[in-house]
């Protein structure tokens, strides 16, 4: 069995050591994430979210333990850094507001280009980056500024999958924008995921978004992991997650109420989708029954 | 990272040289900076010194602090220090080749070192006790007067107090963008000068875009609130002079006085 694509061995994190302002944001977190999975990362503000996932390509560096992609401590050699930071491609919140450069194409290219990868391959790089948000040819010559807010999201995004990382972090890439940006930007990624067979994390405040698209799900709390597993696994525990200030999706409340007042329905339906053909399975049944 | 970079640190406290009216501080800081260039005499530094160590205990910061902002300017006193040693003319104490080291010499170079450290910590004060809000007010009130002569006082007190205010705020953004640029690759710590530089571009164009676009909102959120300058404008807290203020008025006369007078023992 191949090594987990991330793994974290008691790691932690304090800001400020030594100073009035000390806050230990992680303690003692230990994971391991398989190549492949696309986890779904919740926990409430100040639960060490952002901490974590800069651990990850090492823009911080730990203050207690490890962190290992594909096996390797990405802190044994410090001149080897760079080196993860392409494996592990992070995007911020608004990633919109890095853009810089005088088109789409430079900028989604900048990544790339600090691989120091060939001409050739850079200018594939950016089309099949620019193709995975749906940006089409004739964007990669505009500049960056004079597009809508969307758009840019989607240029910034971009600039990471350009650099064809193994894993794919997402910090709240949805955020602020509306439905339909949403679902566009969410349905990209998964897309993407699909046919890349990489490992994913996505960063989110929305259950419903979680469930619906991740394999996995890493509940974080107040410095360290409460829970880590399968949606089925995560979501049936759904008196812990409320304990924290998080919810479970909606249809799932709504379905576990149902079953709760005697009807014979699952309790593992997260998405509106999987509740239409949980009804109509249950009324088939009622149906042959009569 | 660039967090740790503080400029004009306010330390928050209840002593006499917190509650003093700012005006009144800002005033008294010209003051004894003057009086810091009249005085030419040992005893007269001695006296300047020890009212500033006084003010510091007074005002309960430790002489740490004290010391941690000197230290950028520690090169500049040794410079002027050596430059005054070697080229002020006078009685040779000490000879070698082209190098003379006068008695004068010696003296000025210890006269101007003194001189900037108590400049130093002496206008430090002022901003360790006073906050940039009541800082800018106070100035503000002082030039008041010479907005009889179209001097914008208050536009210059405003835009004084923005800038204040948006310094953390553009040194937590830019550590956002760096950390993003440096997630896709970009090497901004190592390489040559030219590569370095070239490096700062990917950060200072998005910061300079999000500053445009910061002020773009402040300025809309200033004007839905009814800004329309300073014509009119009345203020939360009106500044008073107090007993404190008079005490401190009359010490530093006597600080004063007395430097100008020890010239003369």
Known sequence: ?290 | MIKDITIGQYFTGHSPLHRMDPRVKLLLTIAYVVALFLTNSFWGYLLAGAFLLFCYALAKIKIKVILRSLKPVIPLVIFTGVLNMFFVTGEPIWEFWVFHITWEGLRFAAVMSVRIVCLIAGTSLLTYTTSPIALTDGLERLLAPLSKLHFPAHELAMMMTITLRFIPTLVEETDKIMAAQKSRGADIDSGGLMKRVKSLIPILIPLFVSSFRRADELALAMECRCYQGGEGRTRMKQLRLRLVDGGAVLCMAAVVAGCILLNYL
């Open chain 1, 1 to 290: 069995m191949s090594a987990p694509v991330i793994e974290t061995r008691g790691l932690g994190y304090v800001y400020n050591p030594g100073l009035p302002t000390e806050k230990v944001a992680l303690q003692d977190v230990n994971l391991q994430i398989e190549r492949g999975e696309f986890v779904g990362v919740i926990g409430q503000t100040g639960s060490g979210k952002s901490t974590l996932i800069q651990q990850l390509n090492g823009l911080l560096r730990p203050t207690s333990g490890q962190v290992l992609i594909d096996g390797e401590d990405i802190w044994q050699d410090k001149e080897q850094l760079r080196k993860f930071r392409f494996k592990v491609g992070l995007c911020f919140q608004y990633p919109e507001y890095q853009l810089f450069e005088e088109s789409v194409y430079k900028d989604i290219s900048f990544g790339p280009k600090n691989m120091g990868l060939s001409q050739g391959e850079v200018d594939a790089r950016v089309r099949d980056a620019a193709r995975f948000v749906g940006l089409g040819e004739e964007m990669l010559d505009k500049s960056p500024f004079e597009l809508s807010g969307g758009q840019k999201r989607r240029v910034a995004i971009a600039g990471v999958l350009a650099m064809d990382p193994e894993v794919l972090i997402l910090d709240e890439p949805t955020a602020g924008l509306d439905p339909r940006g949403r679902d566009m930007i969410l349905g990209q990624i998964k897309a993407y995921h699909a046919e890349k067979g990489n490992t994913v994390l996505l960063v989110s405040h929305s259950m419903e978004d979680v469930a619906k698209f991740a394999t996995k799900v890493l509940v974080l709390n107040d410095t360290g992991v409460l829970l880590y597993g399968t949606v089925d696994e995560v979501f049936s525990r759904a008196e812990e997650i409320r304990a924290i200030g998080l919810g479970i999706p909606q249809i799932t409340q709504v379905f576990r109420a149902l079953r709760q007042r005697g009807y014979p329905v699952s309790d593992t339906v997260y998405t509106v989708a999987q509740a239409k053909e949980e009804i109509l399975r249950l009324l088939a049944e009622r149906g042959a029954a009569r």
